[in-house]
T-cell receptor
Framework: GNSVTQMEGPVTLSEEAFLTINCTYT??????LFWYVQYPGEGLQLLLK?????DKGSNKGFEATYRKETTSFHLEKGSVQVSDSAVYFC?????????????FGKGTRLSVIA | SQTIHQWPATLVQPVGSPLSLECTVE??????LYWYRQAAGRGLQLLFY??????ISSEVPQNLSASRPQDRQFILSSKKLLLSDSGFYLC??????????????FGEGSRLTVL
């Protein structure tokens, strides 16, 4: 079946530190991959996405590259800010299956301290 | 533009009482609709999804139910709440179709505390 595994949190970093949140997936076919972010007390927002191998999604200084050979989609940011403190979810959806729900990882809580 | 709203935002209910959470989408037609629950330490769990009026798929058997009485309305209900029903409930929608990457758009969430 389809599944997503994220690194366990919480992750605590100092401001301007480098961030990596690991995500690996198991899926049949060629899924689309997503990173969602949830700020305190809010719903989830799409952060970035990639739809095929070697695609790089990027937004707000965050990046993730779709690596088919390692079935990974790690989230990175070169210099985190306090405002990046949130829960980050990796997710996948099987390609060309618009009616199939997204499969989410368990989420990784990031706390950035000044 | 499309918007999604869910209410109430916060709810405190006694064990055994009924529940009704409502979600509406505006600015689009025939969306896929979803209910997720986020419980402490358990990530995001899909509860129900719907591809059309009256069509509900249940992912996790439990004492919750969902209904879609109108194209853009999705309701989560329970006849008798349990303590374990406490959590943050999220409604979401996506565009119908098979040639899309399937981005989800989430509502603001409803926090339910069962005492």
């Amino acid at each position: 079946g389809n599944s997503v595994t994220q690194m366990e949190g919480p992750v605590t970093l100092s401001e301007e530190a480098f961030l990596t949140i690991n995500c690996t997936y198991t899926a049949t076919g060629y899924p689309s991959l997503f990173w969602y972010v949830q700020y305190p007390g809010e719903g989830l927002q799409l952060l970035l996405k990639a739809t095929k191998a070697d695609d790089k999604g990027s937004n707000k200084g965050f990046e993730a590259t779709y690596r088919k050979e390692t079935t990974s989609f790690h989230l990175e940011k070169g210099s985190v800010q306090v405002s990046d403190s949130a829960v980050y979810f990796c997710a996948l959806r099987r390609a060309f299956s618009g009616n199939t729900p997204l499969v989410f990882g368990k989420g990784t809580r990031l706390s950035v301290i000044a | 533009s499309q918007t999604i709203h869910q209410w109430p935002a916060t709810l405190v209910q006694p064990v055994g009482s009924p529940l009704s959470l409502e979600c509406t989408v505006e600015g689009t037609s025939n969306p896929n609709l979803y209910w997720y629950r986020q419980a402490a330490g358990r990530g995001l769990q899909l509860l129900f999804y719907s591809v059309g009026i009256g069509q509900i798929s249940s992912e996790v058997p439990q004492n919750l139910s969902a209904s879609r009485p109108q194209d853009r309305q999705f309701i989560l209900s329970s006849k008798k709440l349990l303590l374990s029903d406490s959590g943050f409930y999220l409604c979401a929608w996506s565009v119908q179709g098979t040639r899309l990457t399937g981005e989800l758009f989430f509502g603001e969430g409803s926090r339910l505390t069962v005492l």
